[in-house]
């Protein structure tokens, strides 16, 4: 099978779009978690749930050998943020329960939906940065071990 075989049954991104799906709902668990405030006082768990998951996209990335793994976890990390906005906003009144965030200062009058739309939008575009930034992070490590291992391939 060739390059372009491959690249055709997988797609633009080197993954099947079910996979990058799956792949970034690996990162899910620890939003749940965490805003139904059950990773309080639990720092090892916490880090495993942040961590792990990257290093699967980018072990995943590395072992089925995609054409450019910076592109393809970055993929994984866009889908990661989507879903990282999704499951924020639907547990939104349960990680603020009783303490809604509200806006200060000059925007402090506000009306309270006014507010809460504000606020909940803030928080999905922070969603989308976050998780395409842990892509950008991952797809930056795949590509330099990838880069790596096909230099040592080449010199060996």
């Known amino acids: 099978m060739t ?15 079910l996979a990058i799906i799956g792949l970034a709902l690996l990162a899910v668990p620890r939003v749940v978690l965490h805003d139904l405030g059950l990773l309080d006082g639990n720092p090892l768990l916490n880090a495993l749930l942040v961590f792990v ?7 995943v990335a590395l ?6 793994p910076f592109l393809t976890i970055l993929a994984i990390g866009v889908c990661y943020g989507i879903l990282l906005a999704i499951a924020h906003q639907l547990l939104w009144d349960i990680a603020f329960a009783g303490d809604q965030p509200s806006l200060g200062g000059n925007l ?3 009306d309270p939906a006014a507010q809460a739309l504000i606020l909940r939008s803030f928080g999905a575009v922070s969603s989308l940065v976050v998780g395409a ?4 992070i991952a797809g930056l490590v795949a590509w330099a ?3 790596l291992t ?3 391939r ?3």
Do not use: E, M, Y
Request: proline share 9%.
């Open 63 to 68: 072992v089925v050998r995609v054409p450019k």
């Open 154 to 156: 080449r010199a060996s």
């Open 145 to 147: 071990i990838q880069a």
């Open 133 to 136: 930034g842990v892509g950008v």
């Open 3 to 17: 390059d372009r075989d491959r690249t055709t049954r997988r797609g633009r991104l080197g993954l099947p779009l």
């Open 150 to 152: 096909r230099r040592a």
């Open 53 to 59: 998951p990257p290093i699967v996209w980018i072990v």
């Open 108 to 110: 402090a009058g506000l």
